[in-house]
């Protein structure tokens, strides 16, 4: 995931944003399901390497973020953002460990599973893309490798 989160979060457009939140939030469901049915630790390996690989939801969903706030409103939007992302890294493994005592690994993972679509469901029915390009004037963009090595 550190290695393929700051790709998911360097899309140009509000549109790439959008479909690589939507592929995070999907891959997410798909791959939270498949770890419900795994059969041998290697299948938990593997299908975690690629969730860390494909998931990418809040790189994703801060670019989008950025692309359809207001500018007066936008360090608002992501602190709110961040502040979930926190909350729920804080009362997630709680919540989870109880879970899994109360109903099981299994079910456990479709809990997960369920919340990732429907985190997805409502990305769709709730942000509304209004994307109006910016022009660039002059200069090129430099590219993802070239304000990573600046940094």
Do not use: N
Request: hydrophobic share 45%; net charge positive; aromatic share 12%.
């Amino acid at each position: 995931m550190m290695i393929c989160a700051p790709i998911w979060g360097a899309s140009r457009t509000a549109t790439a944003a959008s479909r690589w939140s939507w592929r995070a939030m999907g891959c997410g469901f798909v791959l939270a399901t498949l770890s419900s049915f795994a059969q041998h630790p290697w299948h938990i390996l593997i299908l975690r390497l690629l969730e860390g690989a494909t998931i990418g939801t809040v790189s994703a969903s801060g670019r989008l973020r950025r692309q359809l706030c207001p500018e007066g409103t936008l360090g608002f939007s992501l602190g709110l953002m961040q502040m979930a992302v926190f909350s729920g890294a804080s009362i997630g493994p709680f919540v989870g460990g109880y879970l899994s005592d109360l109903l099981g690994y299994r079910h456990t993972l479709w809990v997960s599973g369920a919340l990732l679509a429907s985190a997805g469901s409502s990305r769709s029915f709730f942000a509304h893309e209004d994307f109006k390009p910016q022009t660039f004037t002059g200069t090129k963009r430099p590219s993802f490798l070239t304000t990573t090595r600046a940094t």
